[in-house]
């Protein structure tokens, strides 16, 4: 019973936080065109040879889509924190995890839709063959995306209450990211490589676990790091 | 926010600095040790030496940031700011180390392995966990609100310490060439005491060093609380 209205309020949260999204887009469409944009330059710094281009597309996929969430993360705390609503919201009652849960589901469908569009770009931009293989590289995208926005709203949580909070996420967040990003990219290379070498396996394992562990973790630790 | 006990007693230097004179003492006399004592090595020459700083920095480094996580979890566990105060004071030291680590490991490195970096495992661990840890320390600058800063630390410090493990085993993973991990068995046993002595002088460098700034961080504190109780007071 309780485990279903913290569900309720999870729903609630990221319905409010999307809708707010929705109705001014100017945030969605300006992080877009950041993916876009990082993607563009990573050709000028790797091109105009296809083959380097091809190589290196997963990785730098990667690169543009997490700095182009980055921009994501703290937004989702500052309208609140501008309008005087992060306070309220924490008078309601319940648990606070379910706050935590709501803002991540939020980013998630944020970044995912976000992920498409830079993915989508990326593939023509960098001549991508799309492998035979795809949905297990759906997976990749979905378990990376995971990754990087539970620790992305976890530290934006933090960082946008900050002074300097610009600095902060991005100093905080991409050390803690190093291992999601280096099993996202070498998983996806190995598979848009057709995956000879059957190594995709091990880096999406590892992918899972670190998601896993750090969905736990950061649920842990949301009600010592949201009240102070 | 601060709604902390201020009941406590900033603790005194004592005799501490007693402590400190005698580890500078015991880091000489290990280090004369190391480089008098201890014979050149057959395939590095003289170079060998610098293990007995390396090596120790990273052994105490590891120690530091263990104690960053005991007093983070003791923080979120009994809520005494002094908690906060020693894993801070902790996690400047250890930061300390780890960029030692690093430095002495480029220096060692570029002559035996003919490369100032190389991407294996421990190297980039050893420097992801660094800049783990300079995150770590500008949040401390960053957040004003003591509490806050407490709160968020201790979080961002078990984080940090979790990951540590998933990152050296993601970096493994993608490339390997440093030597295994060094034990007494596969050191000469006439490296082995010089080693030992110098890690124990780096330990007690470690604690002098967490201790001394854990009492001046106290002192701070203090002079916060004095100034907030003579402001309510209306003085």
Sequence with gaps: MAFADDWRRVRAIAWKDLT???????????????????????????????????????????????????????????????????????????????????????????????????????????????????????????????????????????ASRSRAREVLLPLLLFPMLVPALLAAMQASKALLGGDLMHEADAWIKLLIAYDVIFLIATHLAFEHVIEA | MSTQSTSWVPPRAGRWPLFGAFTILFLIAGQVLGLTQSPADRDMGDLEKIIYVHVPAAWVMSVTFAIVMFYSLRYLWKRDERDDLAAAAAAEVGTLLNGLTLALGMIFGKPTWGVWW????????????????????????????????????????????????????????????????????????????ALRVNAFAFLFLMIYFVRRRYESLCLVRAADHAAEAAALRGA
């Design chain 2, 118 to 193: 190389a991407w294996d495992a421990r190297l980039t661990s050893t420097l992801v966990l660094f800049l783990i840890f300079i995150g770590y320390l500008s949040l401390r600058e960053f957040v004003d609100d003591p509490e806050r800063r407490a709160q968020w630390s201790a979080a961002v410090g078990i984080l940090g310490a979790i990951n540590v493990g998933i990152v050296y085993m993601s970096v493994r993973w993608w490339r390997t060439l440093h030597q295994m991990q060094s034990s007494p068995e596969t050191v000469d046993a006439t490296y082995v005491l």
């Design chain 1, 20 to 158: 707010t999204e929705r109705r001014s887009k100017a945030g969605f469409n300006g992080v877009v065109a950041l993916g876009v944009t990082i993607l563009m330059l990573f050709g000028f710094a790797l091109g105009p040879d296809t083959q380097a281009i091809r190589d290196a597309a997963a990785g730098a996929l990667w690169l543009a889509a997490l700095f182009a969430a980055v921009l994501a993360f703290n937004r989702s705390y500052q309208v609140e924190l501008e309008s005087g609503a992060l306070d309220p919201l924490l008078l309601y009652p319940g648990s606070r995890w379910a706050i935590f849960s709501g803002k991540l589901l939020a980013n998630l469908s944020f970044v995912g839709l976000m992920l498409v569009i830079v993915v989508l770009v990326g593939i023509v931009l960098f001549q991508v063959t799309i492998p035979a293989a795809w949905p297990a590289l759906i997976g990749v995208l979905v378990l990376g995306a995971i990754g990087i926005c539970t620790l992305g709203t976890f530290y934006a949580s933090m």
